[in-house]
């Protein structure tokens, strides 16, 4: 089974600052997609950035960029710039070749904005 | 284009009680899968629907089942609420039944309480 670990229950940072969130994986599938998902108090899950396995360049969505090291079963998500708006609960997921929609999620990081 | 939209926003249900709750996928979208949310924790996959049947299932019990219409909206019934029953249920939807790499929409949740 697959399993994903956010070892950071909460993170803060000072606005225009640069923040780095950590996620760990585990899977024994050859392609899968890794993604990071913010849920402002809003409730609704917004995808951040996404990255395919098989791809060895880093993703990267303006501010936000991933640090995926497949070897190590890690990726974590870098903000730049960091906003007010970035403000929220931060979790990392999986989604492997026989999951269909299914994505298993990480216990999530809070991140604060400090003005 | 509509997104996914879930209702009601908030229920509160007894103990032993059964509830329906509903989710209308964003345009296009013939997948639709839900989660509960504890509080506090990562979103856990209850199943998914494709072409009205369900073809996945997590670690839920029989008393969680659901439904989906031709117009792939799609409904969450619970049966003899328990307490811990208390979350947000989030629904998503996507293209595809297996498409692994087709991005999922969530919607804004509806936060069941039992009492």
């Known amino acids: 089974a697959q399993t994903v670990t956010q070892s950071q229950p909460e993170m803060s940072v000072q606005e225009a600052e640069t923040v780095t969130l950590s996620c760990t994986y585990d899977t024994s599938e050859s392609d899968y997609y890794l993604f990071w998902y913010k849920q402002p108090p809003s409730r609704q899950m917004i995808l951040v950035i996404r990255?395919?396995?098989?791809?060895?360049q880093n993703a990267t969505e303006n501010r936000f960029s991933v640090n995926f090291q497949k070897a190590a079963k890690s990726f974590s998500l870098k903000i730049s710039d960091s906003q007010l708006g970035d403000a929220a609960m931060y979790f990392c997921a999986y989604r492997g070749e026989t999951s269909g929609s299914r994505l298993t999620f990480g216990e999530g990081t809070q991140l604060t904005v400090n003005p | 284009e509509t997104g996914v939209t879930q209702s009601p926003t908030h229920l509160i249900k007894t103990r032993g009680q059964q509830v329906t709750l509903r989710c209308s996928s964003q345009?296009?979208?013939?997948?639709v899968s839900w989660y509960q949310q504890a509080l506090g924790q990562g979103p856990q996959f209850i199943f998914q629907?494709?072409?009205?049947?369900?073809?996945g299932r997590g670690n839920f019990p029989p008393r969680f089942s659901g439904l989906q219409f031709p117009n792939y909206s799609s409904e969450l019934n619970v049966n003899a609420l328990e307490l811990d029953d208390s979350a947000l249920y989030l629904c998503?939807?996507?293209?595809?039944?297996?498409?692994?790499?087709?991005?999922?929409?969530f919607g804004n949740g509806t936060r069941l309480t039992v009492t």
């Open positions: 345009s296009g979208h013939n997948t």
């Open positions: 990255q395919e396995a098989y791809k060895q």
């Open positions: 998503a939807s996507s293209r595809g039944q297996s498409s692994y790499n087709s991005p999922l929409h």
């Open positions: 629907y494709y072409r009205e049947e369900e073809n």
